[in-house]
């Protein structure tokens, strides 16, 4: 136990005598108790006292542990942990999900593999993180051959951190017979690895998938009018990832209906616009209402400008109507002026265009705006 406690020091912490030996004592007696006086080793009432996990966490665990007879292995592990910064909150989470990390080793598996990570560049902070999202998986040294691979296909930590967030499938999956094929064949689809990245964000699945998945969610994508190799492909991949061809299907009558366009026209919708076969019915119904019985604008219209239906009703879309139709009214603003462009620009540009010129002529504009952007219509929008 003191020799591990010893390599623990030496490997973990700062050199400077100054700034090791207290530290460590801390975290060493706050995580493990010098003696235990029952010679029965109690798991339960160990990860209890000693873990942080509840009674009833406990009991779940202590049956994946009941081989253990002594402390000294879990002190050790306790001792690594809080020596690369894991907090009383975090061992209490991760011996919770994976009670067997208790029974990791230190020596020939844990100390090694925070030393060949901080070599591929990760920080402390940045392996005590993916300690606890990579769960199980950090007490096995396979876990290294995969983060060579994922590190530089991420090309950050924080991607790769934002992935086994929403699941731990990318470090169990088979990196040379399912993960690096599925990549390949993406990149075969015109895909480059900062998009492969932002879809497994977003579809943490696609990668540790299997390969038939894969050509059948490409397929979909093809289905609704987005070929291979255009800029939309990777936005038509994430919208029918998880919608079969029925559910597809139903969406675009919906669109046909709502919208009362044609065949051809919502195809011309879904190829510029794939996530909206995302929206919800009800949202489309909303927009539709608005748009072309408030605004007055034609179906096709919308269709040929289908990102519209991305904005927000209550936030965006109805405010800036407000706006522009008191300007028209008023007569500070062309009649002819289209209503997209006033949509389509940023905040900051819209103010700027479409308030700001008009302080003298409409002093209450801003404020009357910004409270039809909180859902409310002012009184001093005069409409005729």
Same mark, same amino acid.
């Given at each position: ?25 801390? %975290? /060493?007696?706050? =995580? ?37 007879? *002594? ?28 009670? @067997? #990390? ?37 007490? *096995? ?5 995969? %983060? ?12 790769? #951190?934002?992935?086994? @967030? ?29 998009? /492969? ?61 709502? #919208? ?9 919708? =879904? ?82 265009? +479409? ?27 005069? +409409?005729?």
């Amino acid at each position: 136990m003191l020799r591990l406690h010893k390599y623990i020091l030496t490997q973990l912490l700062p050199s400077s005598p100054a700034s090791t030996i207290s530290p460590l004592h801390r %975290l /060493i007696s706050a =995580v493990a108790p010098a003696v235990f006086p029952n010679p029965s080793f109690a798991v339960e009432d160990y990860l209890v006292a000693t873990c942080g996990l509840t009674r009833p966490q406990a009991a779940k665990a202590s049956a994946r542990l009941s081989h253990l007879k *002594s402390p000294a292995k879990p002190d050790a592990v306790l001792s690594f942990l809080a020596g690369l910064g894991l907090s009383t909150a975090d061992v209490a989470a991760l011996v919770a999900k994976d009670p @067997k #990390f208790l029974c990791a080793k230190v020596e020939k598996t844990l100390a090694p593999n925070v030393a060949e990570l901080t070599g591929l560049g990760l920080s402390r902070p940045e392996i005590a993180r993916l300690v606890s999202l990579s769960r199980g998986r950090f007490r *096995s040294r396979s876990i290294l051959s995969k %983060l060579h691979y994922y590190l530089p296909l991420f090309d950050s930590s924080e991607g790769l #951190f934002r992935v086994l @967030k929403r699941g731990a499938g990318l470090l169990s999956a088979d990196l040379e017979r399912v993960v690096k094929p599925n990549a390949a064949f993406l990149r075969e689809c015109g895909l480059s690895d900062c998009h /492969i990245v932002k879809l497994c964000i977003v579809q943490p699945w696609l990668l540790p998938s299997s390969m038939e998945r894969i050509r059948a969610m490409v397929a979909r994508a093809e289905g609704i009018g987005v070929p291979r190799g255009c800029k939309m492909f990777r936005h038509a991949l994430h919208a029918v990832a998880r919608l079969s061809n029925e559910k597809i299907a139903t969406k675009v009558e919906h669109l046909k209906k709502t #919208f009362m366009w044609s065949d051809a026209v919502v195809g011309i919708v =879904v190829s510029k616009f794939p996530s909206v076969l995302l929206r919800s019915n009800q949202m489309l119904q909303s927009k539709s209402e608005f748009l072309v019985s408030e605004v007055g604008l034609e179906p096709t219209y919308i269709a040929h400008r289908p990102v519209m239906l991305s904005y927000s009703l209550e936030g965006r879309l109805r405010p800036r109507h407000y706006v522009v139709k008191f300007l028209k009214e008023n007569g500070l603003l062309d009649r002819d002026r289209d209503y997209y462009r006033a949509v389509m620009i940023s905040e900051k540009e819209f103010v700027e265009k +479409f308030i700001c010129p008009h302080k003298e002529a409409a002093p209450h504009l801003a404020e009357d705006y910004a409270a039809a952007c909180r859902g409310e219509v002012p009184s001093s929008f005069r +409409f005729t």
